[in-house]
């Protein structure tokens, strides 16, 4: 009996260490290619593609997520309210689903209700953590809109210049790039202001995200370029708010969010005015605007933790068309042109202790999670943590050929200014300008094979 015992105790240890090694690149070989998210993929192609929980959950698990379903679609009001109280007294929008559409991209417009795009805002130089240095009396982020009898504090328009840009074939594509304009600010900004928009990305398989160890993110960092493909690659450190630790970042459009509760906190806090425990004052604190009223936080614990556990445990679509020839040879050409410098197309995730259904999964989000130099046309020209003014985190591309079902009108890039996939590549430059180059030079025939492979995702 004892023998039993130190056999099956060996056998556990081995089996714990072995799922603890680096997670890593996979081999693609003898793997169903429409698994995106591993055992957590879900087989749904229409505009609710984004929005289901992992298949298995127990029923805590299933409840908590159901709550925290409930909290992302739930308007909040202004203050004193018996429920959904807090709003503001400035902010960008009323509700987590108001930015994130089905889950999914926001719409890149400036003070209507479906507005999904935010702008941080800065002045050179950083703050005590390293982090961007906030303008007095604005904070880190502008907030458009205003309760009842309170002033947002700038108002902002955008417009768009057309750009031809002309293929080595013949053929013509017009790019938009966009100029946005502060009016009616409540107070004067200061003159060397930093300001830079940020589109609300989707948010599912972000648990799946947040388990991939950090020394495989780590080790795709190339920072001499040994390899001499033109890409380094560089993790952004940050500060985490709750554990006052630096950490790696993850989550973001420059990776400045180390964790879900970070990113789910911070949202709250800045896109609505609503404090909790992560995020105890309001964004307006010691501004004029400020409501002094008592109620901090003003988001129950439970449901701010149930929120970031249904961001946890969002399921990924599922590929399609993969047998496709026109799909596997454009997926070659994304291999051959080297896209896949970033854009990593399979992971493995790592362990969580709390919650198996995250470990050791097989997934392709075509991304390495790094910040990369994407060249002066994409620059925001505003540093965050180590992401320098034109550094940009690689984003997931999985779910990316459903973004017109679930958004409606799709967008992309980092401001939503691309209105088709094509148009997302062909503003691409810095680290990857040597891809794009190839791109350009493809035929027509080819270009449309990549695209068909990249709406397979």
């Not at 961007?132 to 417009?159: C, H, R, T, Y």
């Not at 991939?212 to 001499?228: G, R, Y």
């Not at 973004?403 to 094509?422: Q, S, W």
Request: hydrophobic content about 35%; proline content about 5%; glycine content about 8%.
């Amino acid at each position: 009996m004892k023998k039993l015992y130190i056999i099956s105790s060996i056998s556990l240890l081995v089996a714990f260490f072995t799922m603890c090694n680096k997670a890593s690149m996979v081999d693609e070989s003898a793997y169903d290619e429409r698994l995106s998210g591993g055992s957590s993929t879900v087989f749904d192609a229409t505009s609710k593609a984004f929005g289901h929980a992992f298949d298995g959950l127990n029923n805590r698990d299933a409840q908590v997520h159901e709550l925290g379903d409930g909290a992302f679609g739930q308007t909040f009001v202004a203050a004193p309210a018996l429920i959904n109280s807090g709003l503001g007294p400035v902010f960008n929008n009323v509700s987590c689903i108001s930015c994130h559409h089905n889950d999914g991209k926001g719409t890149p417009t400036a003070g209507f209700v479906n507005s999904s795009l935010l702008f941080r805002l800065s002045i050179p130089g950083t703050d005590v953590n390293g982090g961007p240095l906030a303008i007095p009396n604005f904070g880190g982020q502008l907030q458009d809109v205003a309760i009842f009898g309170k002033q947002a504090e700038v108002n902002m328009s955008i417009s768009y210049t057309d750009i031809p840009f002309t293929y080595t074939s013949g053929e013509t594509v017009t790019l938009r790039k966009p100029t946005y304009t502060v009016t009616n600010s409540y107070l004067p900004l200061p003159a060397n202001y930093l300001i830079s928009p940020r589109l609300a990305p989707p948010v599912f398989g972000l648990g799946l995200l947040q388990n991939i160890p950090e020394q495989t993110i780590l080790s795709f960092v190339d920072k001499n370029d040994a390899n001499n493909d033109g890409i380094t690659g560089k993790a952004n450190f940050v500060y985490n708010a709750h554990t006052h630790k630096t950490e790696l970042g993850r989550f973001g459009l420059k990776a400045s969010a180390p964790t879900l509760q970070i990113q789910v906190a911070g949202a709250y806090n800045q896109d609505m005015g609503i404090t909790s425990y992560v995020f105890p004052k309001e964004s307006s604190f010691g501004q004029s605007q400020s409501d002094n009223i008592n109620d901090d936080p003003e988001l129950a614990d439970s449901i701010l933790d149930a929120t970031i556990f249904y961001t946890k445990t969002l399921a990924v679509p599922a590929r399609r068309n993969v047998t496709s020839p026109y799909v596997i040879q454009g997926k070659q050409l994304f291999m051959q042109m080297n896209c896949s410098g970033c854009h990593k197309p399979n992971l493995q995730t790592g362990v969580d202790l709390n919650f198996a259904a995250l470990n050791n999964q097989r997934i392709q989000p075509f991304t390495d999670l790094l910040l990369h130099d994407m060249g002066n046309d994409l620059a925001d020209g505003r540093p965050d943590y180590l992401a320098t003014g034109n550094e940009w985190r690689t984003a997931p591309l999985w779910g990316i050929g459903l973004f017109a079902k679930t958004n409606g009108t799709p967008f992309y890039l980092h401001d939503g200014r691309a209105r088709t996939i094509e148009e997302a590549i062909l503003w691409h430059g810095g680290e990857a300008q040597k891809s794009k180059g190839k791109y350009t030079q493809l035929s027509k025939a080819d270009r449309t094979k990549l695209i068909s492979f990249l709406q397979s995702l």
